[in-house]
């Protein structure tokens, strides 16, 4: 009998292929000496409360103290969970991320006052405080932004409880992951030597890869079946963070949820709508991709599990990690030398966690605190959507160490709206790359491929998640419930519509929903498909123009959060506020499934 594979333990990792937390705290008391500072801290709080308004100079003491005080624990909490994504099923990293979290919020609730505070002072005597102190400059862009949403900020009293909330508000997403990462266990499936392996959420993509259809299809269903286990649980627990959304946007005066949430980074709804309309109005393209899928694969019939498998056949690439590098690396030489050794640094320096392992978080992500260099969370497998994974969260890593490096800590973050356009724009120009300079025209159609299959994931599906969330939001909100029979059927009929008439849209697929964590971060995902098209707009000047168009993008990924998202993409050469970026994208897609349509058939 063939022995099964298993996940190896964490401990079982070769050290250079995991990341280096010492980078933030050398061991655990390092930790424990920042999380009694910040304990200590929070009683300072109490002084300067009622002081912000008194003079310029007590309104720089409460902004020191705030920025102080909020980076410190970041720091002990972005430590912490990346300590318990190492492995989930580790109780002491557990706990101490629930220490981490406990004291997050309890720093929010003693802060709390901050803003209603600053709202109280009167614009014109804000503007002469900050007018006669350089030193206050630095806060400009925190203060606009405090001003703006005046209207939706609440007096001092109600914005501590509110913070006092926060990790009920968590729970939701927290139980999630829980489940997802922590208690969920897959059966053995049969890979395609037709030995028995474990499924888990990182061998997944792979096994939906292979050339066997059997292979697909039980991988597929063994999926989706080990989630409707828990469908009850799962619905419940996002109905959960969809009524939090709605409690959290009424009580702070907000039209609705999805205003409540594109208000934050200050985005117009019609950004939101315009692009469900565009790709609404561009499904004809998406179809004729599925309609070449089908004749590719030589299928009476395609279903759901045979989106994943490259329709180039005959073509095998198994790319091991240390190749990976490299071929990012080549695919990014147009963003210059200075880009490039940031990379190089981040290969060498402990930035990247690589393997997947017994209880580590699934996925991949980009993340960090200010004070050390930002980490990449990988499941690397030998293929090729796992090379774009690696370019995909370098973007991201890069676009943080340089707003690090050029912004003060409370300009550094920027926000979600411009975070994805970094990771897409390296995507893209890693295929540009394959596509001039392998040789094979199978290999370049497999690359063609794969660059279709993000646009699809990336634009149409993530647009297919955004349409979703506003369905089930909407319905929460005019008071329809929201059961796990309700959701699948909003989702299945959304594949139904994006897919097209030549896709069998299997029953399972209608669970696809239970299994997405960014859910539970409301209206999030639609970010990924306005970043992709940005991307798409900002990659094309960069091969056209060059170094100009290079310096243009460098500053962008240089300016944190010093402006408003809309803002700095216009400085860096596209405007998100027309549907041009968009409907441009749409169109270049629809030109790319011709071509590919001419290489292999």
Known sequence: ??????????????????WRLEDIYPDLNAWEQDYKWVKETIPQAGAIKGTLGQSADMLQKGLDYYADVSMKVEKLYSYAHMKKDEDNGNTSAQALLDRAYGLLVEVKSAVSFLIPEILSIPDEKLNDFINSRESLKVYDQFLNEITRQREHILPAE?????????????APSNIFSMINNADLKFPNVHDENGEEIELTKGRYIQLMESRNRNVRREAFQTLYQTYAQQKNTIASTLNSSIKKDIFFSRVRKYPSTLEASLDENNI???????????????????????????????????????????????????????????????????????????????????????????GKTSGAYSWGCYSAHPYVLLNYQDNVDNVFTLAHEMGHAIHTYLSNKNQPYIKAEYKIFVAEVAS???????????????????????????????????????????????????????????TCESMSKVYKDLNVKYYGPDMVVDDEISMEWMRIPHFYRAFYVYQYSTGFCAAAALASQILKEGSPAVERYINFLSSGGSDYPINLLKKAGVDMTTTQPVSTALKNFSSLVDRLEQLIL
């Open 424 to 482: 897409t724009l390296n995507e893209i120009l890693l295929t540009e790359h394959l596509l001039n300079t392998l040789e094979d025209s199978k290999q370049k159609a497999y690359i063609l491929n794969h660059y279709l299959e993000q646009f699809r994931g990336t634009v149409y599906r993530q647009t297919m998640f955004a349409e979703f969330e506003k369905i089930v939001h909407g319905m929460a909100e005019s008071g329809q419930p929201l």
């Open 1 to 18: 009998m063939n022995q099964v594979k298993k996940l190896p333990k964490r401990d079982e990792v070769p050290n250079e292929l995991k």
């Open 268 to 358: 117009p709804v019609s950004v939101y709508d315009n692009l469900i309309e565009a790709v609404g109005q561009n499904l004809d393209a998406m179809y004729k991709y599925v309609s070449l899928r089908k004749k590719a694969l030589g299928l009476d019939e395609l279903h759901m599990y045979d989106l994943y498998v490259p329709i180039v056949k005959d073509i095998e690439m198994k790319i091991p990690y240390d190749r990976a590098k490299e071929m990012v690396y080549e695919g990014l030489k147009p963003l210059g030398e200075g880009y490039l050794s940031i990379l190089s640094e981040g290969y060498n320096g402990g930035w990247i966690d690589v393997m997947e392992n017994e």
């Open 158 to 170: 109600q914005e501590e409880i509110l913070a006092m909330a926060g990790e009920l508000a968590a």
